[in-house]
Nanobody
Framework: QVQLAESGGGLVQAGGSLILSCTGSGRPFSTYNLGWFRQAPGKEREFVAAISGTTGRTYYADSVKGRFTISRDNAQNTVYLQMGSLKPEDTAVYYC?????????????????WGQGTQVTVSS
C-alpha cells in the first residue's frame, strides 16, 4: 500500500508560479509511473503531467505544455510539479497519482493510488 500526500497549493495571481510536492510513504515508488491530475468545480478529473518510472520520460497535457514541469526524486520518494505562467483556468484541486503498470500514465482509470488533493487558485 502507498500513501501519497500533496503540499504546496495556494492562491496566486495570474502569471505567477507555484511548486507542488507529493511525497509517498508505505513503500518505495521508484519504479512507479507518477503523475498529476486536476479537477475543477463541475468538471471531470483530467490528466496534467506524468513521469515514467522506468525511463524518466515526461508527458504533458497540451493545456500545460511549456508552462508546467514534472520531476521526481526517488531518494526522497517525492514527485514535483513546477507550475509557471499560471492562468485562472488552471484553478483546480490538484491530485498526485501513482500507477504500478508499465503503461504511460494518462487516464484516471490507470491510477492505483491517489493523494488527497491540494487546492490551487489563480486569480485574474
Amino acid at each position: 500500500q502507498v500513501q501519497l500526500a500533496e503540499s504546496g497549493g495556494g492562491l496566486v495571481q495570474a502569471g505567477g508560479s507555484l511548486i507542488l510536492s507529493c511525497t509517498g510513504s508505505g513503500r518505495p515508488f521508484s519504479t512507479y509511473n507518477l503523475g498529476w491530475f486536476r479537477q475543477a468545480p463541475g468538471k471531470e478529473r483530467e490528466f496534467v503531467a506524468a513521469i515514467s518510472g522506468t525511463t524518466g520520460r515526461t508527458y504533458y497535457a497540451d493545456s500545460v505544455k511549456g508552462r508546467f514541469t514534472i520531476s521526481r526524486d526517488n531518494a526522497q520518494n517525492t514527485v514535483y510539479l513546477q507550475m509557471g505562467s499560471l492562468k485562472p483556468e488552471d484553478t483546480a484541486v490538484y491530485y498526485c497519482a501513482a500507477d504500478t503498470s508499465m503503461l504511460i500514465l494518462r487516464t484516471t482509470q490507470q491510477v492505483d493510488y491517489w493523494g488527497q488533493g491540494t487546492q490551487v487558485t489563480v486569480s485574474s
